[in-house]
């Protein structure tokens, strides 16, 4: 097994969107590691000199260089190719790390966005400085958060039929996900929907709670190491996951209502696949043991994610 290295740098990054027809930087085998670096933050994102924070020098690069397009503030890494992928096939994109970037990420609110898009009339974003060291940040109050990061948005490209589309709101392809639980260890089953996949990464996020309702989380840089697995056996709708403790389904629409339905139906027929019990019974388990929790509110399509412990997914007895 070979492994990658792919920087943040105007050259390697699409900002504010995906698209079936980019190029990719890097072609890897099934089973290969690629470290991808990620920075986050637009012109006036930046802290000031004055703060003694350190902007990096590929983020103003890519700033005098490219444009966002289609309203998506996400610079995106990427994307990778995967020799052999072919729609219909599954991504299995095991994160085997995830360190910071940056010794800053920043929180903005922004008037009629967010969960309460009415409450707020005044725009306000704060920087906030990140200890790598100690894993925590410091907020304005004084308030030291533990920092627990992870990408908001992991994804392949779109079917070619789609064109380009908004980096903002997740899909079948997954994107901007926004699930705190894909943290380091975890794993992310995308559904392939082009040749060779394509895989790109971004939106680092140092901090965020389920929701992510005032617009952003801790937007921050980050570098990542995936290992990509290429699976034929597998067939997917829609984006799964696992942790070493849980399986995890998720949907995303602009109604809430929907991604549930989406979510736990995919979860009886994971249940039922991983078991062999019955409809009935898996949809009864899911009623005592999983749990339904909303992914983010606020990027058009909404999410839900279920969670079921995997010592569960016991084998029906004869």
């Known amino acids: 097994m070979t492994t990658y290295l792919l920087d943040a740098a105007p050259e390697t990054v699409h900002w504010g969107y995906f698209d079936a027809n980019l190029q990719p930087h890097v072609t890897i085998d099934s089973g290969d590691t690629i470290i991808i670096s990620t920075v986050s933050g637009a012109p006036g994102h930046l802290p000031t000199a004055e703060t003694g924070l350190t902007v990096l020098p590929a983020l103003q690069a890519i700033h005098q260089t490219l444009q966002p397009k289609l309203g998506g503030p996400h610079i995106l890494t ?55 060291q100690r894993m925590v940040s410091r907020l304005p109050w004084g308030l030291e958060l533990e920092l627990n990061p992870f990408f908001g948005i992991m994804g392949v490209a779109p079917p070619v039929a789609w064109g380009m589309v908004s980096s903002i709101p997740p899909r079948k392809n997954g994107g901007n996900i926004d699930n705190k639980e894909l943290v380091a260890g975890s794993t992310l089953y995308l559904p392939i929907h082009t040749e060779g996949a394509l895989f790109s990464c971004g939106d680092g996020h140092g901090a965020q709670g389920d929701g992510e309702v005032c617009l952003t989380a801790i ?4 570098i990542g190491t995936f290992q990509l697995i290429l699976r034929k056996d597998m067939n997917l709708e829609w984006p799964t996951a696992e942790t070493p403790t849980h399986v995890i389904t998720m949907a995303f629409d602009p109604d809430l209502d929907d991604c549930a339905v989406i979510a736990l139906r995919d979860m009886i027929k994971l249940i039922c696949e991983r078991t062999g019990i019955s409809r009935e019974d898996a949809y009864m388990l899911c009623s005592l043991a999983a749990d339904l929790r909303v992914t983010q509110v606020v990027n058009g399509n909404k999410g839900i994610h279920i969670m079921l412990e995997k010592k569960l997914l016991q084998k029906a007895s004869s």
């Open 219 to 222: 937007e921050t840089g980050l």
């Open 78 to 132: 990427g994307p990778v190719a995967v020799r052999g992928a072919k729609p219909g096939d599954v991504l299995e994109v095991r994160i085997k790390s995830i360190e910071l970037n940056q010794d800053w990420g920043y929180n903005t609110i922004r008037p009629q966005a967010g969960g309460l898009p009415d409450d707020f009339d005044i725009g306000r974003r704060i920087h906030i400085p990140i200890d790598k």
